[in-house]
């Protein structure tokens, strides 16, 4: 009989080796799903350290299968970013727990608004965003012109 693994939940830097299996995975999922040369955005790792941002990886037995972030805008929003679950972890709630963890970083700085970007080829993140009550909000940032993506909101 095996055991379920648990779940060690690590607040670090984006540049911390053990984010790296996370962006990776991102990476890749952003390829299948939009197609090549779609990768990640490069970000100064120090946007996501305190006392302004937070990054957090969840750990099972030692490897990486969930996390994300969060960045400051402005003095009112912070931008979730860097948000996923490995495949062999998804449907678990493992997002959904990330999220609220990230939520609670944002209030504890302050932060009276969370927003974020994603894409319609990413219909699990949409319905995720729906459910926790996030509205959808005119496009910004570097995509604000792209025909897929899809903004949401939510005040904390």
């Known amino acids: 009989m095996s055991t379920a693994p648990s779940l060690q939940w690590v607040w670090t830097e984006l540049s911390d080796p053990r984010a790296e299996p996370l962006l990776a995975g991102l990476n890749a999922e952003y390829e299948r799903r939009y197609g090549p040369n779609n990768e ?3 970000y100064d790792a120090s946007l996501f350290v305190a006392p302004d941002g937070a990054f957090v990886v969840v750990l099972a037995d030692g490897r990486t299968v969930a996390g994300g972030g969060i960045r400051r805008l402005d003095a009112e929003d912070a931008e979730l ?3 996923w679950t490995a495949p062999s972890h998804r449907r678990r709630g493992l997002a959904s727990a990330v999220l ?4 609670q970083a944002a209030r504890s700085r302050g932060y009276r608004r969370l927003v ?3 894409g319609q080829a990413q219909p699990e993140a949409i319905a995720l965003y729906a459910t926790r009550g996030y509205h959808r909000i005119s496009p910004y ?3 604000r012109d792209e025909p897929d993506v899809v903004c949401f909101a939510a005040e904390l």
């Not at 609220?100 to 939520?103: D, G, N, Q, R, V």
């Open 40 to 42: 990640l955005d490069a």
């Open 81 to 83: 970013k860097r948000m």
């Open 100 to 103: 609220t963890e990230l939520e």
């Open 116 to 118: 974020l970007e994603t």
């Open 141 to 143: 940032g570097r995509y």
